[in-house]
């Protein structure tokens, strides 16, 4: 997502977690710190879609463990982001696990 969108690798982290941006003397190097130290708080699920796409279709979430499990943002392709409290971060996490970790439009069920 840094490549493809020129994104600054701050905002992959959330100011509440304990994770710091990546660094390096280019994109590709931050990237591959990125990965290598998972310098990064959320997870990306938008890789391979065309547009148009739904624009509540969930393309990134927080990892577990920030806020201390009591909830989390999620990023929806549209470009805003939600808090999901404790409750609906457990539905949502388990449609993502039944769609094989792809993006899924997020129905409050």
Not at 84 to 94: G, N, T, Y
Request: proline share 4%; aromatic share 8%; charged share 25%.
């Amino acid at each position: 997502m840094i490549i493809d969108t020129d994104l600054n690798p701050e905002v992959l982290v959330c100011p509440s977690s304990n994770h710091e941006r990546a660094i390096g003397a280019t994109t590709q190097e931050i990237v591959a710190n990125a990965h290598r130290d998972l310098n990064y708080s959320y997870l990306y699920l938008g890789k391979g879609l065309v547009k148009p796409v739904e624009p509540l279709l969930v393309i990134a979430y927080e990892r577990k463990g920030n806020h201390e499990d009591d909830g989390m943002n999620v990023l929806f392709a549209d470009g805003h982001a939600e808090w999901f409290a404790k409750a609906e971060m457990r539905r949502l996490l388990a449609q993502i696990e039944a769609a094989g970790g792809k993006a899924i439009v997020y129905f409050n069920k």
